[in-house]
C-alpha cells in the first residue's frame, strides 16, 4: 500500500530539467514513456489490467473492461519545466486509492479504471488534451497526424515510432462509449483552497480557452548596417501582439492572454529577424468574450504589422467552449467526501474534453504556492492524502 507521495517520490528523477529547473515530460518523449512503464507496472502490481487505446491512452481495469465504468485519471507529461503534481498527483491518486480500497475488501460492483491520457499539456504538438481530443473526436485524426514536434517530426511518426497505428487513430466511440462517468483529481493551480483553508475542493467551471499562432514576417537584415528608417522588423508587430494581451485581457471581465512562447527566425542577436512566430494563449468565462479578446489583440498586431510593412498570418492551433461540470454528479461527490467547496478553474483538463460526452466530475488538492506550470507548484503530503481518500470515498460511492 502507498501514498500518493511517496508513488510521486518514486518518479521523482524522471524528466528533470536542469536548465529550466522543474520536469520536461512530453508525450511520447524518453521521460513520458518511462513514466508509461512505471505507470503500467504499478497498476499490474495491483492486479489491473493495462491497455493501450487507438489513441495511445492508457486504462487500467479493476475487473472486466465493460460499460457504464467508473474512471478516474490525468496525466504524465509537463509543461516546459513543469511542476511535479500537475498531472501525476491524479495519476498516483487513483492508484494509491485503489490500494486504499483494496486494503478495506472493496469490490466494484461496475467496472472501474484508471486512465492516463498522452499529450495533455500540448508541450510537444501544441495542441493541449491531445490524447483525449483524439478520443472524442474533438480533433480530426488528420489535423492530429500532420501536428509537428520542435524536431519536425510529425505525430504519426512519433506515435508509429512508440508502437501504435497512426491509421487506426481518431474518434473511438467504442472505447469513449464504456465511460460512464468520469473523475479527475488534480492539483489546485490557484489560492482558492488556500484561502479557504480547505485542502480538497469541486471543480464548477472551466475558462473558454484557445491557442492562436501568429507568423510576422518582414525583412531579414543586418543590425548594424541597416538604417533605422529602413527596416521591416517583424519584431515590432510581435511586440505588439504581447502588449495587446495584457491591455486586451485586462479590459474584459475574467479573460487571460499570454504570450509565452515567441520565435525569432533565424534568432541572431544581431540579426533583423525575417519572421517571428508569437504564439497567444487566451481564455475567458465564455465563447463571446474569448473571441472578443483574441480580436481585439489580432486588430492590434495587424496595425502594427502594417505601420512596420510586414506580412501576418494566424493559426488557430486548439480551441475549447467553457465547461461547467454535471451538478448532478458534483453534488454526488460532495455528498461522498462531504462538505468541499466548489471552485472554477482557468486551467484545462482531460475531464474538460471529456465532458461533452459524459457526466464529469473533478477535486482540486490545496497547492500552498498557488503557482502551477511552475517548478514551485506544490502539495502537502497530508493535502495529498486528504485527496486520496477524497478520491477513494467518491470511487466506492460511484463503483459499489
Ligand atoms: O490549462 C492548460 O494550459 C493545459 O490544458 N493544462
Ligand atoms: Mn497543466
Ligand atoms: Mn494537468
Ligand atoms: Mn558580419
Not at 491512452?57 to 467508473?70: S, T, V
Request: aromatic content about 4%.
Amino acid at each position: 500500500m502507498s501514498t500518493a507521495t511517496e508513488l510521486l517520490s518514486a518518479i521523482k528523477d524522471v524528466g528533470t530539467d536542469s536548465t529550466r529547473g522543474g520536469y520536461s515530460r512530453h508525450g511520447y518523449d524518453t521521460a513520458e514513456l518511462e513514466l508509461r512503464e512505471w505507470f503500467t507496472a504499478e497498476a499490474g502490481n495491483r492486479g489491473l489490467d493495462v491497455e493501450v487505446d487507438r489513441n495511445g491512452n492508457i486504462w487500467a481495469w479493476w475487473g472486466e473492461p465493460g460499460p457504464d465504468a467508473l474512471v478516474t485519471g490525468s496525466h504524465l507529461d509537463s509543461v516546459p519545466g513543469g511542476g511535479a503534481f500537475d498531472g501525476p498527483l491524479g495519476v498516483v491518486s487513483g492508484l494509491a486509492a485503489v490500494d486504499m480500497l483494496q486494503a478495506k475488501g472493496f469490490k466494484p460492483g461496475r467496472p472501474l479504471a484508471l486512465m492516463v491520457f498522452a499529450e495533455e499539456e500540448g508541450g510537444r504538438f501544441g495542441v493541449p488534451c491531445l490524447g483525449s481530443r483524439l478520443l472524442t473526436g474533438a480533433i480530426a485524426a488528420e489535423q492530429a497526424l500532420a501536428l509537428t514536434d520542435p524536431a519536425g517530426d510529425t505525430l504519426a511518426d512519433v506515435l508509429r515510432a512508440a508502437g501504435l497505428d497512426p491509421e487506426r487513430v481518431g474518434k473511438d466511440e467504442e472505447a469513449l462509449g464504456r465511460i460512464g462517468r468520469f473523475v479527475e483529481l488534480h492539483v489546485e493551480q490557484g489560492r482558492g483552497l488556500v484561502d479557504l483553508a480547505t485542502p480538497v475542493g469541486v471543480a464548477t467551471s472551466i475558462l473558454a480557452h484557445g491557442r492562436w499562432r501568429f507568423r510576422f514576417s518582414g525583412e531579414g537584415n543586418h543590425a548594424g548596417a541597416t538604417p533605422m528608417g529602413s527596416r521591416r522588423d517583424p519584431m515590432l508587430p510581435a511586440s505588439q501582439l504581447v502588449l495587446s494581451a495584457r491591455w486586451a485581457a485586462s479590459s474584459m471581465d475574467g479573460a487571460r492572454a499570454t504570450v509565452g512562447r515567441l520565435e525569432p527566425i533565424p534568432g541572431g542577436t544581431n540579426v533583423i529577424a525575417s519572421a517571428v512566430d508569437v504564439w497567444l494563449d487566451a481564455r475567458a468565462p465564455n465563447d463571446g468574450r474569448t473571441r472578443t479578446v483574441v480580436e481585439r489583440i489580432t486588430a492590434a498586431a495587424k496595425q502594427a504589422a502594417r505601420d512596420e510593412g510586414c506580412e501576418v498570418t494566424v493559426t488557430e492551433e486548439s480551441y475549447g467552449d467553457a465547461v461547467h461540470f454535471d451538478s448532478a454528479l458534483r453534488e454526488e461527490v460532495a455528498e461522498a467526501i462531504g462538505q468541499a467547496p466548489g471552485l472554477p478553474t482557468g486551467a484545462g483538463h482531460d475531464a474538460g474534453i471529456l465532458a461533452a460526452h459524459v457526466p464529469t466530475a473533478m477535486l482540486f488538492v490545496r497547492n500552498p504556492t498557488g503557482v502551477s506550470h511552475a517548478p514551485a507548484e506544490h502539495a502537502e503530503s497530508g493535502d495529498c492524502e486528504a485527496g486520496v481518500v477524497a478520491l477513494s470515498k467518491v470511487l466506492e460511492k460511484l463503483a459499489g
